[in-house]
């Protein structure tokens, strides 16, 4: 709980308390990364007299997106007792919502980063695309299955150095 009584915070500084606390949520399926570098955590806003956190599962049948809810609803509820996780399916979830610095960290913890943008919808499979292996950088790669660890990547071997790796579909 915060070291203010709830009263004596007004509604900008609890979401100002509540973002920073966010930063510290980790997606469960790349531990690496926060739900908000991941663009899930949508916003935070203040309504009536509690904050009110909005997340946008990666796509609607995401099976970590009740985990996510609950790890942001605690994490949430550190500074404001009466905090509420509401999930909001539209606008979708787009990869176009991952930044530069965040696919950068992808590629350094060994996940190829969504390529292109989700206008192109050809490509959610990793089908026909040339993935560059994010340990090599060799674009000598080939696809292994359209379907990785989580629905959300596909799997890939990397023919230079024989490692495989995993892709971060474009959706």
Known sequence: MSDLPHQEINGAELVIKVKRQMQD??????????????GILRDVIFEKDHVVCIITPTYSGCPATEVIAEDVLTAARVIDNKAEVRIAISPAWTTDWI?????????????????GSSHDRSFLTGEGRVIPCPLCKSKNTKLVSPFGSTACKASFICNECLEPFEH???I
Do not use: Y
């Open 25 to 38: 949520v980790m997606d469960p399926e790349l531990p690496f990364l926060s739900v908000e570098e991941m």
């Open 168 to 170: 971060f579909k474009c």
């Open 99 to 115: 930044n530069k610095e965040t696919r950068e960290k992808m590629q350094k913890h060994g996940i190829a980063p969504p390529e």
